[in-house]
């Protein structure tokens, strides 16, 4: 493996699983996620899960708008047709659904009965409400709001644009610490590649970590996104639409050639999903699931702190620009369309660049 320790046995040596790991993974089967384990056939807890999964797949939209409370009926098919209408993530349009929801219930408590009955100064009172809220959530929802009447105002179902005069701010949230090298390397090893799940967790931090991929494109990976004969991996649809291909690294493409031979089959179960990364009931993984597993490698690595998935992007980018990649090249590896999201990240690796010189400048 390239600069990485002796591997411990039964693991990957030069993109070839040992006859330890084949052994493994044809016999034993990893204890993980407690909360998802699928209970035993024929018990009373497998049929009332099974009761409760098709309860909650079927009202799962009544009890999105339970959770938000009420709203004005005139919000209804205006927000599902600008939610149809525009190219977002599914998680960014529940968030615009919440959102543009809690603006219906406000509209609604000051009497506004239509749309085109919506000022100016009900854009202002609804931006008063958002005091107190973090900056970024303060401009997330703003951005939402004004979004939406730009929809509306271009579609022409309201003539006038009552947000149209909103300046929203574009704080820059600090980014975390990220992960030492060292660190790293501990959290990858915490799986163990002797077990289904842990060789199947094994490939998912690998590719995290050497792809820099959002949790949310890990998990739509579909079997057809990944050439591991040329070491890429394809995400179809990142953050805004956009898709990307992102080289992977060696260890990477051999602990996902491992999966895929030794592990994923016995995962499927028999299903027909083209999910490349799924659960041991053969469905596509969760984010809470995978969020879980990366806190549990975590403290089994002893790292003292808190680790989730999106750390391993952030850890991926400053690591690249501590060994030299340009400010463009990282750009494109985080997908990102605007240079000034890059350039926060410069920000943590000066800390690194004032101990290189202190140790390696000849007045320092």
Not at 124 to 132: I, K, R, S, V, W
Not at 200 to 212: I, K, N, Q, S, V
Not at 333 to 348: D, M
């Amino acid at each position: 493996m390239s600069n990485r320790e002796k591997p411990p046995t039964g693991t990957l040596e030069h993109g070839k699983p040992t006859p330890l790991v084949k052994q493994a993974a044809g016999i034993r089967r990893q204890t993980a996620d407690p909360p998802f384990q699928k209970p035993v056939a024929g018990s009373s807890q497998l049929a009332a899960g099974e009761k409760q999964e098709a309860k909650t797949k079927n009202t799962d939209k009544r009890r999105r708008k339970k959770d938000l409370g009420p709203t004005a009926v005139f919000m209804e098919k205006p927000i599902a047709a600008y939610l149809a209408d525009r190219v977002l993530s599914q998680e960014h349009k529940e968030r615009c659904r919440a959102v543009l929801w809690r603006l219906g219930a406000f509209l609604r408590e000051r009497g506004v009965i239509t749309l085109r009955a919506v000022e100016k100064a009900h854009v202002d009172a609804y931006g008063a409400t958002l005091e107190g809220l973090a900056p970024a959530t303060q401009a997330l929802r703003l951005r939402i709001v004004k979004c939406f009447f730009d929809w509306l105002h271009g579609s022409e179902k309201i003539l006038g644009h009552p947000a149209a005069h909103l300046r929203i701010p574009h704080p820059q949230a600090p980014l975390p610490e990220p992960l030492t090298q060292r660190e790293v390397e501990r959290l990858l090893a915490a799986p163990d590649p002797d077990t289904v799940l842990g060789l199947r967790d094994r490939a998912m931090l690998e590719t995290l970590y050497a792809t820099g991929m959002r949790i949310g494109e890990l998990l739509a990976l579909k079997l057809q996104h990944v050439d591991l004969a040329e070491r890429l991996a394809f995400i179809e649809k990142g953050k805004g639409g956009k898709c990307r291909w992102v080289p992977l690294t060696r260890d990477a493409a051999d602990y996902l050639s491992a999966y895929l031979e030794l592990a994923r089959p016995r995962l499927v179960k028999g299903r027909a999903t083209a999910y490349l990364f799924i659960s041991g009931q053969g469905r596509a993984l969760c984010k809470a699931q995978m969020e879980t597993n990366c806190r549990r490698y975590a403290q089994q690595a002893r790292i003292e702190r808190r680790v989730w998935p999106h750390l391993l992007r952030h850890t991926a980018a400053c690591h690249l620009l501590e060994n030299g990649a340009s400010l463009f090249h990282v750009q494109l590896f985080l997908g990102h369309a605007r240079a000034e999201s890059t350039q926060g990240y410069t920000r943590i690796t000066l800390g690194h660049l004032k101990e290189t010189m202190q140790r390696c400048h000849p007045r320092s």
